[in-house]
């Protein structure tokens, strides 16, 4: 969505020419959006591997964090968008809690199915 609002084509990521033609606010705007999509996609991949992990035996537990993770990158995104890189303060630490929350989960899981099965 934000490609089409500040009309930046791909493969453009806020430093090619297409963003030459937004405005300073613009290009703000535009990569303060982008660097939440990043973001999401550079922990999606973690987070997804811990969340099966530890809801192969406890399922309502590893739901509850992952959705509290959902939670948190929902505050980021806004408050990133809407107050730059000092916004993104809220939900920061809501998704990285939920994720360490998810890794201890994963490893006691993994430490009891290896040690004591």
Known sequence: MARK??????????????????????????NNIKRVSDNYSES?????????CAGLFQPILAASFGGTFILG????????????????????????LSFFALTIIAGYNAALTSFFA
């Open 73 to 96: 990158k929902i505050i980021y995104g806004y408050g990133y968008k809407a107050w730059g890189p000092k916004g993104r303060m809220f939900g920061a630490p809501i998704s990285a």
């Open 5 to 30: 609002k500040y009309k930046v084509a791909y493969p453009d990521n806020g430093g090619g020419r297409f963003s030459d033609k937004l405005s300073d606010k613009e290009w703000i705007e535009f």
């Open 44 to 52: 999606v991949g973690m987070v997804l591997t811990m969340l099966l």
